[in-house]
C-alpha cells in the first residue's frame, strides 16, 4: 500500500488521459510531480521503458478509455428518455457500429438533451478518475 498523498494534478490533463481512446497512445501520471503526460505504444526508447519498469511506484499508467462502459452509459441515457422519437432514432443509431458519433451528431439537434448526456458523461468520467486516484492512495487538494 501506498502513502496517502496529495497531489497537485492539473485535471483537465488527467481526464484527457481518461477520455482518450487512441490505442497509439499511453499515458501516465507521475506520482512525485503530478504530471500527466503521454508517449506512443510504440516508444522505442529502451531507456524510458526500463526507467519506468523500475520505478513502477512513481509512474502510473492510467487506464485506458473503457468503451464498454461508454456504450452502458449511452444505453442507459437512451432509455430514460421521455421523447419517444428521438428515443427510437437513437435506439437504432445504438445498435449500428459506429453509434457513439451518431448519437452526437443526432444529440446536436437536441441542444438541451446533448447537454444533458455530455454532463452524465463528465459525471462519470469525473467519478471513474477520482476513483482511480483513491486506488493509488492519491487525493488532490482541489478535486473537480
Not at 488521459?17 to 497509439?24: I, L, M
Not at 444505453?75 to 428515443?87: C, D, P, S, Y
Not at 439537434?109 to 483513491?134: K, M, S
Request: net charge negative; charged share 30%.
Amino acid at each position: 500500500m501506498h502513502a496517502l498523498r496529495n497531489l497537485e494534478i492539473v485535471w483537465e490533463d488527467l481526464m484527457e488521459a481518461f477520455e482518450n481512446g487512441d490505442q497509439d497512445l499511453i499515458f501516465f501520471l507521475d506520482r512525485e510531480t503530478g504530471e500527466v503526460f503521454s508517449v506512443p505504444a510504440e516508444y522505442e526508447d529502451e531507456s524510458f521503458w526500463d526507467e519506468v519498469a523500475s520505478q513502477e511506484e512513481r509512474f502510473l499508467e492510467i487506464p485506458p478509455f473503457d468503451y464498454g462502459q461508454e456504450r452502458q452509459l449511452v444505453h442507459a441515457f437512451i432509455q430514460r428518455l421521455t421523447n419517444e422519437g428521438l428515443k427510437a432514432m437513437l435506439t437504432r443509431a445504438f445498435s449500428g457500429q459506429q453509434s457513439h458519433g451518431r448519437l452526437h451528431e443526432i444529440l446536436a439537434f437536441y441542444p438541451e438533451e446533448h447537454e444533458r448526456f455530455q454532463a452524465i458523461r463528465e459525471a462519470f468520467l469525473t467519478d471513474r478518475a477520482a476513483h482511480w486516484l483513491e486506488e493509488h492512495d492519491i487525493y488532490p487538494p482541489e478535486r473537480f
